[in-house]
């Protein structure tokens, strides 16, 4: 699991196996806007409005609903991103027929539901029952390359809520990722990482202190290098 360290100034973050704090796992709740603003929006293009989402037929999740409060468009490079090079969030505009778009039109996605139905990888990478993200409820609205999607629970009557799963359309592969609150925290974690990186490779002098962590998903370690790679240019 994730939490941010909110006793620090800067908003660094820390990552746990598991949240021993109830008290610090709410303050990071609540802390997910300056997350946002502070954290994320500096490294990346936005445009320069909130989202409009007046006409989202589905409950958006308080951490998605964060980033496009902040932006419509999210994207890690700020050109020949093609809306899924480096890290992209989508205009909410769109959620269905961009969903569909990734599952290769509405015939697809009831197929890819029914191809992977009992067939979906856990955090662990090992088969499970979890509901494929094809299913109703579901909307696509984050990628990273070109076959990498992310696809989150707005089903709010769902136990899913909130979650988000990776799917490659070159491969047809479906795997849980993590949880909408968990991924802006792994976000902010690995462009710092980036940025660390960067600045190491212009002036050997410095050290980077933020190292990879183990024991992360395999979608979040893809993600992991789709950032870093994007940030090293």
Not at 69 to 86: F, K, M, P, R, T
Not at 157 to 177: A, F, L, P
Not at 178 to 186: A, E, G, I, K, S
Not at 219 to 230: E, F, G, T, Y
Request: net charge neutral; proline share 4%.
């Amino acid at each position: 699991m994730v939490v941010q360290c909110i006793n620090q100034t800067c908003g660094e973050i820390s990552f746990e196996d598991k949240y021993h704090d109830t008290n610090l796992v709410q303050n990071a709740a609540n802390s997910t806007k300056k997350l946002v603003k502070t954290m994320l929006r500096p490294h990346f293009h936005c445009s320069t409005r909130p989202a409009n989402m007046d006409n989202v037929k589905h409950h958006i999740h308080p951490a998605l609903s964060a980033l496009w409060n902040e932006a419509e468009e999210w994207h890690l490079l700020a050109s020949d991103h093609c809306d899924v090079y480096g890290f992209n969030v989508w205009s909410p505009a769109w959620l269905e027929e961009s969903t569909d778009m990734v599952f290769d039109g509405p015939d697809g996605r009831k197929k890819w539901a029914v191809e992977h139905k009992g067939k979906v990888a856990d955090e662990r990478g090992q088969v499970s029952r979890l509901e494929s993200c094809a299913s109703r409820g579901w909307v696509c609205c984050m990628a990273f390359s070109e076959f990498d999607y992310l696809v989150i629970c707005l089903a709010a009557n769902k136990v899913n809520y909130g979650n988000v799963h990776h799917i490659n359309t070159r491969t047809g592969k479906e795997s849980y990722c993590c949880t909408m609150d968990d991924l802006l925290l792994h976000l902010a974690y690995f462009v710092r990482e980036a940025k660390e990186r960067k600045m190491a490779e212009d002036n050997p002098m410095m050290k980077c202190t933020t190292k990879p962590r183990p024991g992360i998903s395999r979608p979040l370690k893809m993600l992991r290098r789709s950032i870093i790679d994007a940030l090293m240019r």
